[in-house]
């Protein structure tokens, strides 16, 4: 492989000065069956307080519950809903101790939709059940505020939106960068021409994990309804020691670190590109590495999305990394030049390549402004409340107000899988094989030697070089239609088969 190239040390130092920037100013924030009912519920007035429920609370949902109460003028949490019952009935009473008032526990997703006094639902379950809550919801006359990635597949998320618009539901996608007015501030100056032409923009979720156990045969909590855990997935026996949040590194239920953080950067870099469809054609490459363990989605990935004219690239590390370098001081990316770096060096962020400058966002609320020669020249840093922007668009009835309205949520959600999709398609082959083809493909805006070159060095400080990569297959979509050309064995993964009753609704079903 080749060394460093001059570009990647520039770019690299870009990344660290913006971090660094930035920590010296503000800092970084690193139902019933399933047929459908009329849609109508409770028709809250302007001044009532919004009735909420929560479902999926035993990690990032108990933000969500945090979130709404910060908002306590606005609405109130009226109810919890979690396959686990002990995880469900526990953050009922942590609301009671908080607010005097015990929300009440219902098990069953499917019981809770029943509930006509409910204005809207929150959900943070698993990625697998992201889509039919959603859906339901609506169905059932709530408006919706869904995690990302809002869909595990592509044809639920255009399914969400077509649910959300037959009904004239408000549904608001987890995306909250999309509120953060240094993040709004910053894309609006991209979009302004401040950096020239941008064709290219480069995400990356360098998060270390470690390994989640070896593969075997676990025991299921007592506390948890399987069924309704596992949902619209085959129910299997469990295979990793750990049965909360793992499930990120399984693809029955979950997508890898690409749509668990990766989703975040990925929208943002859908954002600032103006890009409003899925791409050309698409590509990605990698493999899980350093580890054996029950976990199957990569650690180390790259995808590369073609739009034509423009290129989106993204790098996912799940392994130990310095990875950015300023004056020579190996250093990560949220962490400066100083030792001041985040536990284990993760980083996550993007960069914005233009004609005549640079915009690097190093966390979710920030943007930071170079000129051509990497010289400072601004930056973007202020807060925002996606829940805030959500209760907004609830009562305004307009999804205009929203600020990651279901529609940007699918789009940023099925770029991770559809590459995932080119990763799955794929074949191991040797390093040199690899880059072999993938300079054959002559993608535009993109030095794929040079980001190969980042990759395998980073796996050869992790004492994990590969013997073989798995390449994904270059796919070609219909960007309109959402689908693949010419090849059926992609358009198979773009839906899944559904356990019934758990069962997301076909085109024009909903």
Known sequence: MSRRTRRQFFEESLFASAAAIVAASAGSLCGADTAASSGEGRQAGPNDILRAAVIGVNGRGNDHIKGFQSLKKDVEITCICDADAKVGENRCEEIAKKTGKKPKFIQDVRKLFEDKDIDLVSTATPNHWHALIAIWAMQHGKDVYVEKPVSHNVSEGARIVETARHYKKICQAGTQSRS????????????????????????????????????????????????????????????????????????????????????????????????????????????????????????????????????????????????????????????????????????????????????????????????????????????????????????????????????????????????????RLGTPVKPGEAIERLKDLKIKNEDVAATFDRVTKHLADNKASPESVQLGTWLTMDPKAETFVGNAAADAMLTREYRAPYVVPAKGKV
């Open 180 to 423: 953060q007015e240094g993040m709004r501030q910053a894309i609006q100056y991209i979009h302004d021409g401040h950096i020239g032409e941008v064709n290219l923009a480069r995400g990356v979720c360098y998060k270390p994990r470690a390994s989640i156990g070896p593969r075997g045969v676990y025991e299921i909590p007592g506390s948890v309804n399987a069924d309704l855990w596992y949902g619209p997935a085959p129910i299997t026996k469990l295979t990793r020691p750990k049965f909360h949040y793992d499930w990120h590194w399984q693809w029955d239920y979950g997508c890898g670190d690409l749509g668990n953080q990766g989703i975040h950067q990925m929208d943002i870099a859908r954002w600032g590109l103006g890009l409003d469809s899925l791409s050309s054609n698409v590509i990605s490459y990698g493999g899980r590495y350093g580890y054996q363990d029950a976990g199957e989605t990569p650690n180390t990935q790259v995808i590369v999305h073609d739009f034509g004219k423009k290129s989106l690239v993204f790098e996912v590390r799940g392994l130990k990394t310095q990875h950015l370098s300023i004056n020579g001081t190996e250093t990560a990316a949220a962490g400066g030049k100083e030792s001041k770096a985040p536990k284990d060096n993760a980083g996550v962020g993007v960069i914005f390549y233009g004609s005549e400058g640079y915009v690097v966002c190093p966390s979710y609320e920030e943007g930071v402004v170079f000129d051509k020669d990497g010289k400072h020249v601004k930056t973007f840093a202020k807060g925002g409340d996606h829940y805030a922007n959500f209760l907004k668009g609830v009562r305004s009835r307009n999804i205009a107000d929203l600020h990651g309205e279901i529609q940007e949520g699918h789009l940023s959600s099925a770029l991770c899988h559809t590459g995932n999709i080119s990763y």
